[in-house]
């Protein structure tokens, strides 16, 4: 008889194990907390074209990489050492005279380089960016990079260089909100809140970038020695970093 009622002693305990935990789990209060910190950005970055026109490739290619240069030159001269050029999308195409285009749209129909289609010169092309921590300057920047004669030059946005920290900050006040909330439900059932239970982030991303862009028309590098750079004063808006967690606190006994 004994080795029976061992056996069911056992069956028994983690099942009363199993039902207080569920009996546990029932006392909870359960809410979704949210925190936004703002924090000012403290990278900008600046897109421009570059354009090399002549009657070869190696004519269109050389005016592209010295005009590259002056604008790289000048635009890390302003911003001081605190700029990243990067480039990319370099292309090379011909050019024909107007009277080749059939009007029926690009690549209509193929054409020999011949008579009205003859080739007549080059053009290059070149992507560019700027990323740079010296944010006042960035707006100048454009303005001085479209003057040493980059192509659609703009402020494409502003971003932060440790977003992490803000993510941090921002989970912090999310799970002191989910706490205030789950006080005042708390409160208003009667009950006291109890020790936490779980946490888990419900964030779908990072941070909201505010993005602002601008455009100054092309023109041609002025004779030396140039004037100073235009002022352009700029004030970005500050990002916002948003975070969620999903919080269950016990109710205490």
């Not at 069911?8 to 009363?16: E, F």
């Not at 009996?23 to 359960?30: C, K, L, Q, V």
């Not at 590259?68 to 480039?87: M, P, R, S, Y």
């Not at 936490?196 to 590098?221: C, F, H, I, K, Y």
Request: proline share 8%; charged share 20%; glycine share 10%.
């Amino acid at each position: 008889m004994i080795r029976p009622l061992l056996l069911a002693t056992a069956l028994i305990l983690p099942v009363a194990a199993a039902a207080q935990d569920d009996a546990r789990r029932d006392r909870t209060i359960r809410v979704m907390g949210s925190g936004t910190v703002e924090t000012a950005p403290d990278v900008a970055r600046i897109d421009y074209w570059v354009r090399g026109e002549g009657a070869t490739p190696d004519a269109a290619t050389a005016a592209l990489a010295q005009r590259q240069k002056a604008i790289a030159a000048g635009v890390t001269g302003l911003l001081g050492g605190q700029a990243e050029v990067t480039t990319a999308n370099v292309t090379v195409i011909e050019v024909r005279d107007k009277a080749c285009d059939d009007n029926r749209g690009y690549g209509s129909n193929p054409r020999l380089s011949q008579g009205a289609c003859a080739i007549v010169g080059h053009l290059a092309t070149m992507q560019a960016g700027v990323k740079t921590r010296a944010v006042d300057k960035s707006a100048t920047a454009v303005g001085l990079a479209s003057r040493l004669g980059a192509s659609d030059a703009r402020l494409a946005g502003f971003e932060l260089s440790n977003p992490a920290d803000a993510k941090r900050r921002a989970t912090v006040a999310a799970i002191a909100d989910a706490k205030a909330r789950a006080e005042t439900l708390a409160a208003g059932a009667g009950a006291r809140l109890g020790e936490l239970v779980s946490v888990s982030d419900q964030s779908g991303g990072g941070p909201a970038e505010m993005v602002v862009t601008g455009s100054r028309p092309a023109a041609a590098p002025p004779p030396p020695p140039p004037p100073p750079p235009v002022a352009i004063d700029i004030k970005p808006r500050p990002i916002e970093t948003r975070q969620q967690v999903y919080v269950a606190y016990s109710i205490a006994p």
